[in-house]
Structures are given as C-alpha cells and as structure tokens.
C-alpha cells in the first residue's frame, strides 16, 4: 500500500464507507421463518464479508464496531428497522457479538489463502470460515441461550440460513475479486 492511501484520512474514509455499507445492506428487506427463533435473513452479513476482504481484518473490524456502536445508540440501522441497545440482548445477540471476530477471521484467512490460491477460492473460503463457521459460532449459543432451545435446536433452525450464506460468500469474493483488479488494495 502506497504511503498516500495508508494515511490516517484514508483510513478512517474507508473505515466510515464500510461502516456506511453495512448499514445500507440493513435497507435490503429481512426475511423473517416462523421455526428461525426471531433470527431474520439479512444481507448485512455480505458487508462483513466485504469489509473482511477487502479493508482487512483490524480496519474492517473497525468498520462493524463503528457501525455496533450507531446501532447500540439507537440508529435503526439493522435489518428490519432494529437499532438500540436492546438488539444485543435478543435472539440475534450472538451474532452480533460475534460480527467483528468473524471480519477478523475473515480478512486473516483472506491474506492467508491470497497467497497460494486464486482470489475467488480464497474469498469465497475467507467468507465461508468466517462469515458462516466462525459467525455461527456465536449466533448459535447466543439463539439458544435466548430462545431456550437446546444447541442442537438452535444449530437444526441455523441450516436453512447456509445456502443464502453461501451465496453472499460467492458475491463478497466475487465483489473483492473485482475491486483488487480496478484498484491497488493491500489491506
């Protein structure tokens, strides 16, 4: 990365921009299943995946605390309208604690995998572990623990949320495929 797109302005830019991202993929309407326990399909996992690829782990970690902490302030920036401190303590909970570790783990595998693969296995991969093992791990016990389901419930309501998952994997490293081919991006 050149000195000039490292400065703190830029930084803090594409930090804001992602945060911006996320927050606009909450306009996309949620699907909400009777049997998911009050846990909506959404698309804002797409932008911690984008945020992940291409800013990286810290600086797109920076982006979805940046935009936690508009929401926890009350912006009603989550899918379906939902913002406030109260979000943290419903059935997608989990989820959203574990959104920054899951873009950390994102960008970490992406800057692996980029070296010994192609870029569109490495994001599609990155988003796979992250965005879905690695989120799950959290959203999951969160469900459970809010729903009173058994781990086991909550993983069985989890599955129908794969293939949508899969595909914004697809999408995210498609999207970063393309944005490092117009650009110099070293996150």
Known sequence: MSAASSSLPSTVARIALFAALIAALGLVPQVMLPFAGGVPITAQTLGLMLAGLILGPWRGAAAVLVFMAVVALG???LAGGRGGLGVFVGP???FLVGFPIATIVIGQVWRTLSRRMKPMVAGVLA???GGVVVLYAFG???LALVTGMSLTQAAAVMVVFIPGDILKALVAAYV???VRRATVVDA
């Open 140 to 142: 999951v016990p969160g």
């Open 176 to 178: 970063n495929r393309e």
């Open 127 to 129: 988003s796979l572990i």
């Open 92 to 94: 997608t909970a989990g």
């Open 75 to 77: 912006a009603p920036l």
